[in-house]
């Protein structure tokens, strides 16, 4: 929602090039809340007004607009005011926005920026999407391990305007390779020793990612350890730059989005829902649907070819929406489980036989369940004649205890074998699992009846 509470006031100093008073405008606030009072102002009219703030608030503000104002701005405007904002912006978010601008303007504007900014682009934007060398950042405090305690306190203060955080100092030797850490902190609490070598308080035991590593493996690190930042290095242990938490949780909304998507059998989306056009959403969908669509037509053939079984005793037809829906939802559960426990870092391929027994031990505890509520349902609704067939009542309880069975086990293995074959777990969809379980229930279902009927 468009917040227009300055607006007026906002035109009126362009339209009076009130300068001091869009500086105060643009320093007053916080830039997140200057970023959304100047959401109704056109291109024009938010770049005039940036052009007031000094270059460091500047590039705060700018950061908080929407990424297509973001590239709204820097595509229309001029091109040489644009690499001066674009050389200031932190090296993974100038990633991140130059990614999507035309080869042509892109070349001309990092013909613009300085040398080592535009180095430090192409040698960031060479990495995979998904990568921890995506999301990282080259910005990050770096020493060499024979400085003393004064000698880094004294070089952090003459480049700390140039670090994404000083909270973690990465030690290093001569060749970059990561030799240790030592935190702000301990820098402080060591000022009583001042000639003390970094190296004699450096920790060495150091969570590390490489740089082609999976940035949900990476936020999974940084989570089950608690850190403001990781570093990212590559194959010799050389560091490249640091992953910092507010990338983190970038990267897990990101992976959160994509796992809700394809357990909702929807292939996930590259913009937000209402920027994605309608022939793209409705590929994304309809190609899923297709193939549970092939899922039901191979559960109505299973119906056809017992269709003689189902003619003699009517009344199992009944129950087939029980059965299936029975399955499928047992199925589901567990699928949703095994994926957010594999996604979290809760259960790994290691643990699969302790997985698989406690999916069996529930789906016994449910299905018996499930099957206690089958057989009251069967005397209700079970044609009886002269007397209650008790044989008859029993295939519905039967089913539904070795349908649940099916559906734990089935829910609890395909997302462990999607990952054994190195795919998204979050692939084996819940309506994938429960299309899959609606053929097992069938052949299960009718195959009871007849063992039990004849």
Request: hydrophobic share 45%; glycine share 6%; aromatic share 8%.
């Amino acid at each position: 929602m468009i917040n227009t509470l300055f607006l007026p006031e906002l035109r009126e100093m362009l339209a009076t090039n009130n300068e001091q008073e869009m500086r105060e405008f643009c320093s007053a606030l916080h830039p997140a809340r200057t970023a959304e009072f100047m959401e109704g102002l056109g291109n024009e009219e938010s770049w005039e007004v940036l052009e007031h703030a000094d270059v460091e608030t500047r590039v705060e503000i700018f950061s908080y607009f929407d990424a297509d104002k973001q590239h709204e701005l820097l595509t229309t405007q001029n091109i040489d005011q644009v690499a001066e904002l674009v050389a200031e912006i932190a090296p993974d978010d100038r990633v991140d926005i130059l990614q999507n601008f035309e080869p042509e303007l892109l070349a001309n504007l990092l013909e613009r920026l300085p040398t080592d900014e535009r180095r430090d682009f192409l040698r960031l934007s060479q990495y995979p999407e998904g990568t921890a060398g995506a999301v990282m950042t080259s910005e990050f405090a770096k020493l060499s391990e024979t400085l003393t305690i004064n000698e880094a306190l004294n070089e952090i203060g003459r480049q700390s305007e140039e670090y994404e955080t000083i909270y973690y100092l990465y030690i290093v030797d001569a060749e970059d390779h990561l030799r240790g850490l030592v935190s702000a902190r301990q820098l402080l609490a060591g000022m009583k020793q001042p000639n003390t070598q970094l190296h004699e308080i450096m920790e060495t035991d150091l969570v590390s990612a490489n740089v082609m590593e999976d940035q949900e493996d990476v936020a999974n690190k940084v989570a089950r350890m608690d850190l403001l930042a990781i570093p990212v290095v590559d194959d010799e242990h050389r560091m490249l730059g640091i992953v910092t938490h507010d990338d983190i949780i970038d990267v897990v909304r990101e992976e959160a989005t994509e796992d809700a998507h394809r357990i909702a059998a929807v292939d996930p989306l590259d913009d937000t829902y209402l920027k994605t056009s309608i022939i793209t959403l409705s590929w994304k969908r309809g190609m899923w649907l297709a193939i549970l669509f092939f899922f039901a037509l191979l559960t109505a053939m299973v119906m056809l070819e017992y269709e003689k079984t189902l003619e003699r005793w009517v009344w199992l037809v009944l129950f087939i929406p029980l059965v299936i829906s029975s399955g499928g939802n047992s199925g589901s559960q567990s699928a949703t489980l095994i994926i957010t426990a594999l996604s979290r870092g809760h259960i790994t391929l290691a643990d699969w036989i302790r997985v698989v027994l406690r999916e069996l031990s529930m789906g016994l505890l449910l299905g018996s369940g499930l099957a206690l509520m089958g057989f009251f349902a069967s005397l209700l609704l079970v044609p009886n004649g002269e007397g209650i067939n008790w044989l008859a009542m029993c295939v519905v309880p039967i089913t539904l205890l070795f349908v649940t069975i099916s559906g734990t086990l089935t829910g609890s293995i395909l997302p462990l074998a999607f990952e054994r074959l190195g795919w998204d777990p979050a692939m084996m969809s819940n309506p994938f699992v429960a299309g899959i379980i609606d053929i097992l229930g069938i052949l299960i279902y009718v195959n009871v009846a007849l063992f039990i009927l004849t």
